[in-house]
């Protein structure tokens, strides 16, 4: 039997990496114009970029859906709009590292609750170690910021269990199309209340579009070239990389350090969700796992 060929040269674990570098890269370009314009204004145009780019990659069929349908897709871009705003309000808060590690409490907690195994209980002591960890620095982090990220999660872990939902009645990417322009939409009138004029400066507009083809166009299309060929589990393993690729971002690009003690809670986080994917139970097994937005498949939207 030969062996399938890697889908590019980097193969789909480097695909992968790629995908997971681009989001928190473009999190941290974001963070780094928040002098200029609001999380809010920054989220709106990262959503238009990647609901533009999806709905005409997808071309949705909105005809012959039923009432369910719609709220089921409405719920999905509910959660999507509200995990994004609330993530890029907590990173102009508390530094990127920290704000992606607290919102990854969401989905993990969702995967260990759905366990049956004594032995995660493992991994829900290591996760809540390193949230007690980033407690014992609390002078030097605002609660707001810590409050938004623990929204951040909550919506992740709505998303993901829309995602399910919204990929049964909605073919392809036509829910997460819709759920995009939904979320779009939504954030259109705060985006402009919050910006005014200066949303429509052009160097603002050009790098939100940037922040858009990072966090969302290039990650989708890394994961959708790997998938075809990696396994879920490694999938959800690589997933689980992400906290220390938000503080990395945000060291090259911000010069945002952390103390050790953070690091080490990172790590417990990242240790915990790596654990709770081998078991079989993480996040990165269900569709939809990072989204900004998936339905087909683990999608790359929550910061």
Request: charge should be positive; aromatic fraction near 6%; glycine fraction near 10%.
């Amino acid at each position: 039997m030969t062996q399938r060929p890697s889908p590019t040269v980097l193969g789909p674990v480097g695909l992968v990496m790629v995908g997971i570098l681009s989001v928190q890269l473009g999190a941290a370009i974001a963070k780094g114009l928040f002098g200029e314009i609001s999380p809010t204004a920054m989220v709106w145009l990262r959503l238009v970029t990647s609901a533009l780019v999806l709905a005409a990659v997808a071309r949705p069929r909105f005809t012959g859906r039923t009432q369910r349908d719609w709220l089921v897709v409405v719920g999905f871009g509910a959660s999507l709009a509200t995990m994004n705003w609330a993530i890029y309000q907590s990173f102009s808060r508390i530094p990127l590292g920290i704000a992606v590690t607290i919102e990854f409490i969401g989905p993990l907690s969702l995967a260990l609750l759905g366990s049956r195994r004594a032995r995660d209980l493992v991994w829900v002591l290591l996760a809540a170690i390193g949230v007690a960890l980033l407690g014992f620095q609390r002078t030097g982090l605002d609660l707001v910021g810590v409050a938004y990220a623990l929204l951040a999660g909550a919506a992740w872990a709505a998303y993901i269990l829309l995602s399910a939902s919204t990929g049964r009645r909605w073919a392809g990417f036509d829910g997460l199309a819709v759920a995009s322009l939904i979320a779009a939409g939504a954030m259109t009138l705060p985006a402009v209340l919050s910006a005014g004029a200066s949303l429509w400066d052009g160097r603002v507009l050009l790098i939100g579009a940037l922040v858009g083809l990072l966090s969302s166009v290039i990650p989708y299309s890394c994961e959708l070239v790997a998938l075809r060929t990696l396994r879920p589990a490694v999938f959800g393993i690589l997933m689980s990389l992400e906290p220390a690729a938000a503080a990395l971002a945000a060291i090259v690009v911000l010069q945002e350090h952390l103390s050790p003690v953070q690091w080490l809670a990172i790590g417990c986080v990242v240790a915990a969700s790596i654990g709770a994917t081998r078991s079989g139970s993480a996040p990165g097994e269900h569709p939809g796992h990072r989204g900004e937005e998936h339905s087909a498949a683990p999608g790359t939207l929550a910061t």
